[in-house]
């Protein structure tokens, strides 16, 4: 058998060297001086929100970005002490945790803004500035009225930052809508500045823009796709291929169980895959439930033994069914779902390919969050 020695039946490894040369590669295009907060948030990319963290810090990061102040949290619970960002929005009554825990959140609209600015002993925390992304953020015309708040209360003190976010940093070749953006946020850090905020860490790019130009970089860089060993796009891949990422992950399953079908019988539920041939079928552990999609049904591979294996039928809930006719396996041995055997490769983006074009940042943030991911 070649499971993995805990003797799980699906599992995901987290190549460390992999990790290093990630940080190492974007490190190249920053600035000594320029502090490199690694995304980790949605369980860091479907990665491991416990796993990867440590690792990152060993190839020396300097923060972490979270959606959410739960996430925080729990990071911090595990011991970590490194600088914690929340992206998201957090709802007022958890603000105290945030100062308890040394973890700084970002204020993006009014109401929120206001309840944070009663307090008393109020967080750390950064503004959000929506400079053309029409997502999170203050626009200009409310900076005014922001600062008039923030200069009558103790949150003044406690503002340590401004950002805002690219809506498509990846465009190298039509940044005059980037361009827009980053003129907008200047603006806003002139005001701020103006106002006496006059030290904020300043930070818009994440890891297209991090690539693209090292004029979106300011004070920090929020790298999330990029550690993992993914481009933000197929064309910036093509466009800045020196960035040279490697992807961290490959997950894995066990072969559960081994049997032949006639030509002419039908596989799995709805009778949709009639076998054109008398065929060998291995049954593996995993399904929709686990984060195998579902669109996969009928078309999606796996590698088995090193050679690739086709998906019969529906994806169950929990198990799916390959064709392993001509490929010598055995009860307990490893089938790759994302991954390498031998010379055989099997890529995130393939598969998200293979389930109607879905975005490969989407598949793997659904990868559950219960399957073991192991340091390798």
Same mark, same amino acid.
């Given at each position: ?197 006059? @030290?904020?860490?300043?930070? *818009?790019?994440?890891? $297209?823009? %991090?690539?693209?130009?090292?004029? !979106?970089?300011?004070? #920090?860089? &929020? ?119 031998? @010379?055989?490769?099997?890529? *995130?983006?393939?598969? $998200?390919? %293979?389930?109607?074009?879905?975005? !490969?940042?989407?598949? #793997?943030? &659904? ?10």
């Amino acid at each position: 058998m070649q499971t993995y020695a805990k003797d799980v039946r699906t599992w995901i490894e987290i190549e460390k060297s992999a990790v290093f040369h990630n940080v190492a590669a974007m490190r190249k295009f920053l600035s000594p001086k320029t502090q490199f907060f690694a995304v980790v948030k949605s369980n860091a990319y479907g990665h491991g929100i416990f796993a990867m963290p440590p690792v990152l810090l060993e190839a020396k990061v300097d923060g972490f970005c979270v959606d959410s102040i739960i996430e925080a949290v729990a990071m911090r619970e595990r011991g970590l002490t490194a600088p914690i960002l929340v992206l998201g929005v957090t709802l007022p009554p958890l603000y105290p945790l945030a100062e308890k825990h040394g973890i700084t959140l970002t204020m993006s609209s009014r109401a929120p803004l206001a309840a944070l600015a009663k307090l008393k002993n109020p967080p750390q925390f950064h503004l959000k500035i929506d400079t053309g992304m029409h997502r999170q953020g203050f626009y200009l015309d409310e900076f005014p009225g922001v600062i008039k708040m923030l200069k009558k209360s103790a949150a003044g003190k406690t503002l340590t930052g401004a950002y805002t976010h690219f809506a498509s940093a990846k465009d190298i070749n039509y940044p005059t809508y980037t361009d827009m953006q980053v003129a907008a946020f200047d603006q806003a850090l002139a005001m701020l500045h103006d106002a006496g905020w006059k @030290k904020l860490t300043r930070h *818009a790019a994440a890891t $297209a823009g %991090a690539l693209v130009s090292k004029k !979106y970089h300011y004070d #920090l860089v &929020r790298v999330g796709i990029g550690i993992y060993g993914l481009y933000p796009s197929k064309e910036l891949r093509m466009q800045i291929p020196e960035a040279d990422f490697r992807p961290i992950l490959s997950w894995h399953t066990i072969v559960g169980e081994v049997k032949t079908a006639k030509k002419g019988d039908y596989v799995g539920y709805d009778l949709v895959e009639r076998l054109r041939r008398d065929s060998t079928i291995a049954v593996l552990p995993v399904g929709y439930w686990h984060g195998f999609p579902r669109a996969l049904s009928g078309v999606g591979e796996v590698l088995v033994n090193g050679k690739r294996a086709k998906v019969l039928g529906r994806v169950s809930m929990d198990m799916i069914a390959v064709d392993v006719t001509g490929i010598s396996c055995h009860f307990g041995d490893k089938a790759t779902l994302i991954g390498r055997q031998g @010379k055989e490769e099997i890529t *995130a983006e393939e598969c $998200a390919a %293979a389930a109607g074009g879905a975005s !490969y940042y989407e598949y #793997l943030t &659904r990868l559950n969050p219960l399957i073991e991911r192991v340091v390798v």
